[in-house]
């Protein structure tokens, strides 16, 4: 078997949820964070968008949670409102982290370790000020010379001064933090993690290729320490616009995972941060562990096999799949893309048999929303807080569950309500599996496709006697 990586400390940020463990009890009890969009997402609720499509009537939005305290990252200037203060957001996530785990930054002799952010970069107050001091301006006073051809050139000059004096003034370090190898370098720095940095997009299985890496470094000895965590900063119009092009969102204000009345997905912003560690190190050092990560796979899910991705990280994990006792699912209220999972579950545990062990499935969408690049971040949190904790937790209750949930032959079953994690097995400790799936099972034109990309992540419990 690999080496064992332990996840020793956990940070979050989500709708409602300023910290793991408030998230931890909006789980357990249930919660929707999901609100009405607040006016920064500036969008024109009632009205459809350019794909003849309504926006989204609640998001799991961050409001406050989003402000950070830009003096405990050490910016050597003062902050302008053309700052990207997705920067600040990450840092202080990472910061979390490290304090969740008994570690402390701006270390005097420098840690052995490496950092992996999960982030693409969207219309911010960085990148839209460098636009609005180049190219929109440009085009303005294009258009004002086409409006106004006799207008003197002295006059278009005194407006280009008036709209350069209206924005946030331009600064060369606030562009070049906004770009990824500068973003990551900043959050290694404060950090002082001295091994490589670098900046991951794999669409919504961002989650997973962020903790891969962390694992890789560790496993292959490039680091003693990982800090691995993805971001959703806040969702604005133009934003949503394009990804309404790709999914459908729900008219609802709720949405509750593999229910049998799905009309699409909302969306959510938020942030969670890993500390990994060996597990042996992490035993020598006394350090709380959450849960060890046993085995990661993504890769593409073939139509006429779409347990393959599961299947291969049960492989790799070199566990028997009923040990799995919770599947924290992408649950994403998509339809199609809910099928392909359900029918991925049933492939791999097959039918339920008396006296066989079920598996629970939920998925926190429900409570948060689609938090996108996030998404399989929140899932790996809420399965190991589950595993920390040995509580199955709920999902926001479903009144009338897909078929193939609901039925007697599934060895899956909704969790409604949190159960307590009770083991046939003693010898075999409990286990979950954390799945996701990108947009891309899903055609641009709103019908199903028959596949895509996917991602499975087997966690498994500490032992009590941690031997």
């Known amino acids: ?263 699409g997905t909302l969306p959510g912003e938020g942030g969670a941060f890993f500390v990994l560690r060996r597990r042996a190190d992490a035993l020598r050092d006394h350090d709380r562990i959450y849960a060890l990560v046993r085995s990661i796979a993504i890769g593409h899910t073939p139509a006429e096999k779409p347990e393959a991705i599961i299947a291969e990280a049960v492989k790799s994990a070199e566990v028997p799949v009923t040990s799995i006792g919770l599947i924290e699912a992408d649950g994403s209220c998509i339809a199609a893309a809910e099928r392909r999972e359900i029918a991925a579950v049933q492939n791999l545990w097959g039918e339920h048999r008396p006296g066989a062990p079920l598996v629970g499935i939920g998925s926190v969408k429900g409570n948060i929303g689609h938090t996108l690049r996030s998404a399989m971040s929140a899932g790996i949190a809420k399965a190991a807080l589950a595993l920390k904790a040995r509580v199955l937790p709920p999902q926001m209750p479903v009144e009338r569950s897909v078929a193939e949930l609901s039925s007697i032959s599934s060895s899956a079953y909704i969790l409604n309500e949190e159960r307590p994690w009770i083991t046939g097995d003693s010898s075999s400790p409990r286990r979950a599996a954390v799945l996701g799936a990108n947009f891309d099972a899903i055609n641009p034109v709103g019908g199903a496709a028959t596949e895509g990309r996917s991602a499975a992540i087997i966690l498994e419990e500490e032992p009590e006697d941690r031997s």
């Open 1 to 263: 078997m690999e080496t064992p990586i332990a996840i020793i400390g956990i940070s979050c940020r989500f709708a409602g949820c300023p910290t793991a463990s408030s998230f931890w009890e909006v789980i357990r009890n249930r919660k929707n964070m999901l609100t009405q969009p607040g006016s920064e997402a500036e969008l024109p609720l009632g009205e459809h968008n350019v794909f003849d499509r309504p926006y989204p009537s609640r998001i799991g939005e961050l409001g406050d949670l989003y402000s950070c305290v830009p003096s405990m990252h050490n910016f050597p200037r003062q902050v302008n409102a053309g700052e990207n203060q997705d920067l600040y957001f990450a840092t202080q996530l990472a910061f979390d982290a490290l304090a969740d785990a008994g570690m402390k930054p701006h270390s005097r002799d420098g840690v052995r370790g490496t950092v992996r952010i999960g982030y693409a970069p969207p219309f911010n107050a960085s990148t839209i000020n460098w636009l609005e001091h180049t190219h929109f301006l440009n085009q303005t006073l294009d258009i004002l010379r086409r409006f106004l051809p006799g207008a003197p050139e002295e006059l278009i000059d005194a407006t280009k001064a008036k709209l350069v004096e209206s924005l946030p003034a331009p600064n060369a370090a606030s562009f070049l933090l906004g770009s990824g190898y500068r973003f990551a370098s900043w959050v290694a720095r404060e950090c002082s993690f001295n091994g490589a940095a670098s900046m991951m997009d794999a669409g919504m299985l961002t989650g997973a290729a962020t903790l891969a890496a962390a694992v890789d470094d560790l496993r292959s000895g490039r680091a003693d320490v990982a800090l691995a965590g993805t971001l959703t900063p806040p969702l604005n119009r133009a934003y949503i616009e394009g990804l309404s092009g790709e999914v459908d969102f729900s008219r609802r204000s709720e949405i509750r995972p593999f229910s049998a009345d799905q009309d």
